[in-house]
């Protein structure tokens, strides 16, 4: 507990200075404390500690994590990649999902949506590097899918997010962070009617650059709950 608590400190402390190092206020980022592998008697200790976001990358693992934890007192955020057989259970369990890459999955949540009455939070993934193991669409691709997903009555887009290469050093990522940034603004331009507040970028490893470069929510896992298990990538 006292080891998870002064990971989280110095978590915060770290958010902070960047912030304060790019003229931003340290409230506009949001800590999304990434759970995958965590069981949940820690993940209940780090709400504790005033963690009260939390992203999940699979939707079975969350299902089942999920309900013997505060709710909604803790925000559950998706953050890997969607199969479209899950996406009802998604809409269901999820406050945000950070992964939106098709419009084909959109449609498939547009559909669950509507038929629960309710409106579901959406970031657009964007693969920025262009690596071919990644999710996320290509930047070029993506004023269609936003043109596509606007269409859908029940999908509200909040933002991007990307997932960056993974480097040794962070200093390498930050022209992705900033694409992605800039990419953001355009869509901004040229789609008023979302809201296109949210960047999600930057990892354990290189959050400080992407708040450096506006980030407006941080994914962080290891830095929190240390080293995963292996198998649980
Ligand atoms: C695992 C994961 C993270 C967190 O990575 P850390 O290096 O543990 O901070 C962030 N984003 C996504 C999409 C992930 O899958």
Partial sequence: MNEL????????????????RSGRSPD?????????????????L??????LVFGENRVQEARAKIPVLPYPAIRWH?????????????????HLIQSVDSVHLAGVLEESAAGRGQAVPVLLQVNVAGEASKAGVSADELPALAERVLALPH?????????????AQPEEVRPIFRRLRELRDSMRERFEQAGWSELSMGMSSDFFVAIEEGATMV???RAIFGERPTSGQ
């Avoid at 608590?5 to 304060?20: G, L, S």
């Avoid at 780090?46 to 963690?51: D, F, H, K, T």
């Avoid at 999908?155 to 480097?167: S, V």
């Fill in 155 to 167: 999908m509200q887009i909040k933002g991007l997010m990307t997932i960056a290469p993974l480097t």
């Fill in 46 to 51: 780090a709400y504790e500690c005033g963690l």
């Fill in 28 to 44: 506009e980022v949001t800590v999304v404390a990434v759970s995958k592998t965590v069981p949940a008697e820690q993940i209940a």
């Fill in 219 to 221: 994914r962080i896992g």
């Fill in 78 to 94: 998706l953050i890997g990649h969607l199969q479209t057989n899950k996406a009802a259970r998604a809409v269901e369990l999820f």
């Fill in 5 to 20: 608590r002064a990971c989280i400190r110095q978590v915060r402390a770290r958010v902070e200075e960047a912030a304060v």
